[in-house]
């Protein structure tokens, strides 16, 4: 299987293009996604060529790693917060 991954970090992808690419390296993403995000607000940066969505190659795999948790051995571990150093205000 080839992967669809750009080689230039500011090749410009359509919306199908970027979602396999990510999809390629392990973000998995639907075109339909990001169509969402378009309208809702949250996903990767953009631009229109006239009503095309383009997505810069590096703000998109920016955007998808910066996704990502840290490393975990639980998924109890995300429910753990640090404490708060003492003589602090909640907000």
């Given at each position: 299987?080839a ?11 359509r ?7 990510l ?6 993403l ?9 309208s809702r607000g ?7 060529f006239g ?5 810069r ?6 955007w998808a790693e ?5 490393p975990?051995?639980s ?10 150093p003492q003589?602090?205000s909640?907000?």
């Amino acid at each position: 299987m080839a992967l669809t991954a750009p080689t230039h970090p500011d090749a410009l992808l359509r919306r199908t293009q970027l979602a396999a690419a990510l999809t390629d390296l392990g973000y998995p993403l639907a075109p339909a996604t990001l169509a969402t995000m378009v309208s809702r607000g949250g996903g990767p940066p953009f631009r229109l060529f006239g009503r095309i969505p383009l997505y810069r190659w590096a703000d998109a795999l920016l955007w998808a790693e910066r996704r990502l948790t840290e490393p975990r051995s639980s998924s109890s571990e995300a429910d753990i917060r640090p404490a708060k150093p003492q003589g602090t205000s909640s907000p």
